[in-house]
């Protein structure tokens, strides 16, 4: 097999081109039909393989200040745990946040009885967060009732290393091999903005303190997986922690929020929906350190808007066109996985709610839900020639057959694609992830079914097809996206 990653000179187009060229096989085409909208061309080559994609590729993030309700993430939420596993049968669950900078490891100390943390919203002002032993065994226990992993953040910009070291202990302890990694920091490349760090605060200045941490730690813990630099957006730092300590980690990871402040009109849901250009000159530098060092990347937080969501934008069915799309373009990449950060009722959040009034699915769930689907695949090229239209395409080998998901971005343009299968195809299934509008807060659907209250989810709505004259055709409305499977 050869893995391709895009090189940082190469649009979206020639990527996907050049992937296409690695191998020779007989692709798919898809196609549109005049009349239908605008003629848009898919290839897609199961022979051309581009990435792996995990089978815990993904995952969610929280706060760690969630953990001053050490009933939250504990065995007896079953609620949460619901809509948790329906993500998928493995994935991994993040504590961090820039509330792991201002908690306190108190051995003796008493829990609070706060119900939930949402997003941190990048004040000044933080309340500081007590973390218990028992907080930590519930996590642990909570982690396996979900058969998901678990990545913990660790007090960098307030703490020290001997107490995070305890910590860390406590965690390993009890976590066992369902840690993947410990992480030292939250957006440390932030520190001389947000008062962490004076403002002469530089990349050496952190590696220097990271490793004293690191030290400290594995005194204690000599194996203890460490995942770095969980970096905001500076890539800069991630090749030279590639470079500096691949030694001492797991994995890479940093942060990704695709727009922000809120408070900028322009950032609408037309911005979201656009092709990230920070997205695709960022990517290959990530993966160019990935491979230099030899440790995958991980993106460990992030979301549509950073600064806890925009309201109308992060909670919208455009989110979930997003969340997907994101997640299987990264998945192509290259990425180990994804982290989408949430909690509580806050704007961006996949999974809302609390304990005592029950959880619900945002718009963004079925967004991952069905990019949840490659999880265990291989990513295979699929090169879209989009003609103008605001429209994407992957496509997947894994078990049971091939799956292609295209995404129609447009808020007003159906587009119809045809399917000429090179290969042979004994049943094919639709699914369409649906909502009324891109600004719909409600009524997502993935495969005609909504997820229910206690995170129940059956595909209601499967669309059977069968090839006439060698080709499928499929009406893709404006906003919405389908998963095809070719059994």
């Known amino acids: 097999m050869r893995t391709l990653i895009p090189d940082s000179t190469l649009t979206r187009r020639r990527w ?34 581009i990435a792996k994609v995990p089978a815990n590729f993904t995952g969610l993030s929280y706060e760690a200040a969630q953990l001053a309700n050490p009933d939250f993430f504990a065995p007896s939420n079953t609620g949460l745990a619901a809509f948790i596993r329906r993500l998928g049968a493995q994935g991994v669950l993040r504590l961090g946040g820039n509330s792991s900078e201002f908690t306190v490891w108190s051995a003796g100390g008493a829990p609070s009885t706060a119900e939930s943390a949402p997003p941190d919203t990048g004040g000044r002002t933080h309340r500081t967060t007590p973390i218990t032993p028992q907080a930590v065994r519930n996590l642990a226990a909570f982690v396996k009732a979900c058969d998901w992993q678990l990545i913990y953040g660790l007090n960098l910009g307030h703490g020290t290393p001997e107490r995070a070291a305890e910590e860390a202990q406590t965690v390993c302890e009890a976590a066992g ?76 990871t940093g942060h990704y929020y695709a727009i922000g402040p809120p408070t900028n009109p322009a950032m609408n849901i037309e911005r979201l929906l656009k092709p990230s250009a ?33 309201a109308g934008v992060s909670d919208t069915f455009a989110s979930a066109l997003w969340c997907a799309d994101y997640m299987l373009y990264v998945a192509q990449g290259g990425y180990c996985g994804v982290n ?31 990019a949840g689907q490659f999880a265990g695949t291989t990513m295979v090229s699929a090169d879209l020639d989009t003609r103008g239209t605001n429209a994407t395409a992957y496509a997947a080998q ?90």
């Open 177 to 252: 091999g369902r840690l993947v990694a410990l992480q030292i920091g939250n957006e440390p490349d932030l520190f001389h903005r947000n008062g962490l760090r004076p403002p002469e605060w530089t990349f050496d200045d952190y590696l220097g303190q990271w490793q004293e941490f690191a030290r400290a730690i594995r005194a204690r813990v000599p194996r203890a997986p460490l995942a770095a630099p969980d970096v905001a957006s500076n890539t800069d730092w991630i090749t030279s922690f590639a470079e500096k300590a691949k030694d001492q980690i797991a994995f890479l």
């Open 16 to 49: 996907l081109q050049a992937a296409a060229s690695a191998s020779v096989g007989a692709p798919a085409i898809l196609s549109a039909q005049p009349g239908s909208g605008p003629q848009v061309a898919l290839a897609v080559d199961p022979s051309r393989e």
């Open 340 to 370: 989408l950060h949430g909690g509580g009722n806050g704007i961006y959040t996949p999974i809302a709610g609390d304990i005592r009034n029950g959880f619900s699915a945002r718009p963004v769930y079925y967004g991952m839900l069905l």
């Open 398 to 487: 894994g078990p049971g057959g091939l799956r292609i998901a295209v995404f129609n971005k447009e808020e007003r343009q159906p587009i119809r694609v045809d399917l000429k299968p090179s290969f042979s195809t004994r049943r094919i299934e639709i699914w369409r992830l649906t909502a009324p509008a891109l600004d719909s807060k409600s009524g997502a659907a993935l495969a005609g079914a909504e997820i229910g209250k206690d995170g129940a989810w059956t595909p209601a709505k499967v669309e059977t097809a069968v090839e006439k004259h060698g080709r499928l055709t499929v009406d893709l409305p404006a906003a919405s996206a389908i998963l095809v499977w070719l059994r």
């Open 278 to 310: 920070s997205l695709e000159r960022n990517l290959p530098v990530v993966m160019k350190a990935s491979r230099a060092s030899g440790k995958p990347f991980r993106m460990a937080e992030g979301n549509s808007c950073y600064r806890g969501g925009k």
